[in-house]
């Protein structure tokens, strides 16, 4: 059942899904050549803590840590580690946030130092196919519009979809119905409300769209070792069209959404 959300639960999913951005925005600041992805980790968590809000993914389903930190080949659910980020990776952060009950959800693919062009494109295109995305997220549109959006952008570059793992409903529980794919036909599926809040989250893969888990039982990488670019927003549909509740206003000050949010 799809939870469709009332005008005083938006404003509290606004809240979260600001905080979240905002941290996600703090956090790309603080990638570099040399940077440990728990350092990203620790940061976001004590960012999103200082906030009053709790890190989400901590805990979820026994997950150890407040981010998902996922290194080229990684796909998503990534452990955030020592390892050391190098000249010409892409990292992968996913950043949950729940404040006041309601959670925010989003994620962004960074480029360490100086990235090839195929790669760099791979992560523009996954960026491009969340916009045709979010353009979807209309009362009236059908759920299938969503993925395909995704899917013919995606495979008209040549790029796979991820299928193993799919976007979501959000609101008090990260992980609410409906499954949001990244692949589908036009007109299909149910029909689109106002109301409800949607995390919407491609996952694009340089080679084959396959994927195993690694033996941590989390970290999901591409079977063929190829390159894959994951980003993700927190979309809430209104009778006006889709608003991105985890897109910080460009200009915004980082103050005005931390004190906004205690
Ligand atoms: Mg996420
Ligand atoms: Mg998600």
Request: aromatic letters at 6%; proline letters at 5%.
């Amino acid at each position: 059942m799809i939870i469709g959300k009332s005008k005083r639960e938006l404003e509290k999913m606004r809240a979260a899904g600001q905080l979240a951005g905002l941290v996600l925005q703090e956090l790309r600041k603080l990638v570099g050549v040399g940077v440990t992805t728990f350092e990203i980790d620790r940061a976001a968590e004590k960012m999103i803590t200082d906030a009053g809000a709790l890190p989400t993914f901590k805990g979820y389903h026994g997950f150890p840590y407040s981010i998902c930190a996922s290194v080229n080949e990684q796909v998503v659910h990534g452990f955030p580690s020592d390892y050391k980020l190098k000249d010409g990776d892409i990292f992968s952060i996913d950043c949950g946030a729940t404040l006041e009950g309601f959670v925010g959800d989003t994620a962004t693919t960074v480029p360490v130092g100086a990235v090839s062009d195929e790669v760099l494109q791979l992560v523009r295109v996954a960026e491009e196919c969340l916009e045709r995305a979010i353009q979807e997220c209309r009362p009236g549109r059908h759920l299938g519009d969503i993925g395909a959006a995704v899917q013919q952008h995606a495979e008209g570059h040549d790029y796979s979809i991820v299928r193993d793992y799919v976007g979501h409903g959000i609101g008090r529980r990260m992980h609410e119905d409906p499954q949001i794919p990244n692949y589908g036909k036009p007109g299909q599926g149910p029909k689109i409300k106002a109301g409800y809040v949607f995390a919407v989250e491609p996952m694009i893969n340089l080679g084959t769209h396959h994927t195993k888990v690694l033996a941590d039982g989390w970290t999901v990488v591409t079977l063929d070792g190829k390159p894959s670019a994951h980003v993700e927003h927190t979309i809430a549909i209104t009778e006006e069209g889709p608003e991105v509740l985890t897109k910080v206003a460009s200009g915004k000050p980082s103050e005005a959404v931390f004190a906004g949010s205690t």
